[in-house]
């Protein structure tokens, strides 16, 4: 399977089963396109057809690029047959039993009372708690004990809002560190925050014990006004930017994610980005709202072409920015062509419900953060381990190759099938396919491939 297309002045070709990433001229690209439907014959008169008077096109320049294209199709880098959906099964097998992750909820409360909230304003359409020192540890050491003979292990304070609880925060961390040595592991930490409670205490821990932290900014000042506000209605955008800036600034500018969320207000989300780029941000995120489709706040039909014009034009941008000497991160771009990922994570996905979990404040177990709340996709919880068996295997079972509709889509192995989360809320089921999000998904591959193609030929020229 190919998928080719034009994008930033460029024509790329994907080879999808071996990963192998061409731009071409124009004649190789329509010949590329032609190849598997018709004979050589038709092929060369056709592009004759197509290119009559140019004088760079002749019979013989033809048949030249159509013997190229044999090459990299005898080489396996072109036209590649799929072998990998028999072995998505016996993939996931191998690291069965093995948690890596967890997202603990350490807060189920927060401080602003955003509309859109898939948590319910941190409540998970439950009672506020937070979690206990006591709890948290169990939940660490039941990672450390499932975790096989993995040395990395991750851990999210999430919420609600985790600073609202930021002392056992700092405990679990403090435990997680002394159990390291002893147990071979190695805890890498991150917190999720709206920064309402920033300040040095949270700025000087965070810098020496996050190796990521996530700040919630909505771009332009009356774009997250809109939504993110406290109890009394009062926006929060004067009084976390300062604190952003300065925890920012003394992480030297680095391993940190500056994240957003647009909606049906605002499709026009470059806007945002530059807002936060003015703001001195440079590691960012903006992400589709996650909510019912009829929720004021939805993307809706009409959003989606204005949606896909701004990822063009995002990447556009980040492209003149990086020709300026100018860069930043835009989370849904980073792409490695050369070395990853493994066909392990193309065909399994994120891990959700087996390799990664959440952990609400009582202990109980949760596929991911999404599905916390709702009461079927409980698991288990960390005290006892994981009984709900039926329902985690529903999530073993999840791959690329366990949804039809994913069959014939040309970005399946670099989406894994998508999020589980986003397609259970949308379709009932978690091996449905949420067909919004495959049309935002696929752009943003487009565009994500176009701007490293476009920097590595910089690079030659």
Known sequence: MVHCYKLGGLNIVLDICSGSVHAVDEVAY????????????????????????????????????????????????????????????????????????????????????????????????????????????????????????????EVDFFGGEPLINFDVVKQLVAYARSREKECGKNFRFTLTTNGLLIDDDVIDFANREMSNVVLSLDGRKEVHDRYRVDYAGNGSWERIVPKFQKLVEARGGKNYYMRGTFTHANPDFLKDIQTM??????????????????????????????????????????????????????????????????????????????????????????????????????????????????????????????????????????????CAANAYHATGSVRGVYKYGCELFRKRMECAIMLEVAKTLDGQN
């Not at 080489?75 to 039993?97: E, I, N, Q, V, Y």
């Not at 399994?348 to 959440?358: I, L, R």
């Open 30 to 153: 329509d010949i590329i396109e032609m190849f598997e439907t018709s004979t050589k014959e038709e092929i060369i008169s056709a592009i004759l057809e197509k290119y009559k008077g140019r004088e760079d096109v002749t019979e013989e320049d033809v048949i030249e690029c159509i013997g190229d294209v044999e090459a990299l199709r005898d080489a396996g880098k072109l036209f590649t047959p799929d072998t990998f959906s028999d072995k998505a099964g016996d993939l996931k097998k191998k690291t069965a039993g093995v948690v890596k992750a967890l997202c603990l909820h350490i807060a189920h409360t927060c401080n602003l009372n955003c509309s859109y909230c898939f948590a319910s304003q941190g409540k998970y359409h439950g009672d506020r708690a937070v979690m206990s020192f006591e709890v948290g540890k169990r939940a660490l050491d039941f990672l450390i004990e499932n975790s096989g003979s993995r040395h990395n292990l």
């Open 277 to 418: 780029l003015d703001l001195g941000f440079t590691e960012l995120s903006m992400e589709p709202v996650v909510c019912a489709e009829d929720d004021p706040s939805a993307l809706t039909a009409e959003d989606l072409p204005i949606v896909l014009e701004q990822y063009e034009k995002l990447a556009e941008l980040m492209l003149e920015r990086h020709r300026e000497g100018k860069p930043f991160t835009f989370y849904h771009y980073m792409i490695d062509l050369k070395g990853g990922p493994c066909i392990y994570k193309r065909i399994s996905g994120c891990g959700s419900g087996t390799e990664y979990m959440a952990v609400t404040p009582w202990g109980d177990l949760y596929p991911c953060h999404q599905f916390v709340g709702e009461e079927r996709f409980k698991l288990g919880n960390v005290f006892d381990g994981v009984d709900n068996f039926e329902i985690q295997k529903e999530f073993f079972d999840c791959n690329v190759y366990a949804r039809p509709e994913c069959k014939d889509c040309w970005a399946k192995l670099y989406c894994s099938g998508g």
